[in-house]
């Protein structure tokens, strides 16, 4: 095998050695497959292809310091599957089973896990479809779960550092009672030229308000929003985002170092009084948030006047990064170590 050069890895796609792949037919679920082929054979009528029955998930494995391989919140990323599973009419699949398939991809692969110090991890994409064949608007009867596993880079090249966003007034990601807080492909379909227009207008992404009102703060990109005020952590309470893992384990943390949560709706106007902002995701766990600009409303809401991010955000990324890469006590119970 080439060398690889794991600390200029990108967020791209590079082939491993094995997929783990699980069939849904006749109700049941099948046994495990490996596959060393990168692609699948389906049928063209498949509802994937023409009513979007897709789900997928994203979670990384780490080289610890120890040299171990710790996998991050495993049973999450399968209870979110589940719950995707159950928004988009799919079959469930069971958490013991999500476990095992990644803990295999993790293993066949293990010469693709970056080593300790890199920055860089083993990602892991899980996607469920409907493979059956149907014409009319209704769920297959056949599924498909597989799983790669690709290396992926460090998010921060250049070291920890803020950076702009953009609120887009002229899309929505999801509706107030759509899919929003579902990991389907249709959401990020629906992402792609907002996130486009962002990029080619030098912003790291969009930013999106609530469909209804364009009053309240969503998501930014593919990652929940969090702002810091008065030693407290205020995240939006919104039926159209998705559930961040990252997120949720943040919020964690942040009541550990003595501060005060808050899930509820933002306004866009209380932007004017965070004093840091931050998005936050499995590819970056956070980004911070430099300003964010609503050229639509001649507005702009700066964080960080210095491009550095603040102390709350480098405090808890430090903190969640630890966990990640065992150097600290996994207290909670979140990092599966793969043996
Ligand atoms: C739309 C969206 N929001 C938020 C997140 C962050 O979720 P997590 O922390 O589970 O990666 C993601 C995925 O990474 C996402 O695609």
Known sequence: MKEIDWSNLSFGYMPTD?????????GAWGELEVSSSEYINMHMAATCLHYGQEAFEGLK???????????????????????????????????DKFKEMMLKVVKLNERFIPPYGTGASL????????????????????????????PVGPYFKGGFAANPYVITRKYDRAAPLGTGTFKVGGNYAA????????????????????????????????????????????????????????????????EDMGMKVERRPIAEEELETFEEAGACGTAAVISPIQRIDDPENNKSYVFSKDGKPGPVCEKLYNKLRAIQYGEEPDTYGWVTIVE
């Open 123 to 150: 990602y892991l994409r899980p996607l469920l479809i409907g493979t059956g064949a149907q014409v009319g608007v209704r769920p297959a009867n056949e599924y498909l779960f597989v799983v790669f596993a690709t």
């Open 18 to 26: 094995y997929n783990v792949r699980c069939n849904y037919r006749d």
């Open 61 to 95: 494995a780490f080289r610890g310091k120890d040299g171990k391989i710790r996998i991050f919140r495993l049973e999450e990323n399968a209870a979110r599957l589940q719950s995707t599973c159950r928004g988009i009419m799919m079959p469930e699949l069971p958490t």
């Open 191 to 254: 992402s792609l030229r907002a996130s486009m227009e962002a990029h080619e207008a030098g912003y790291s992404a969009e930013f999106y308000l609530d469909a209804k009102e364009k009053k309240y703060i969503d998501e930014c990109g593919a990652a929940n929003f969090f702002g810091i005020k008065n030693n407290t952590y205020i995240t939006p309470l919104s039926t159209s985002i998705l559930p961040s893992i990252t997120n949720k384990s943040l919020m964690k943390l942040a």
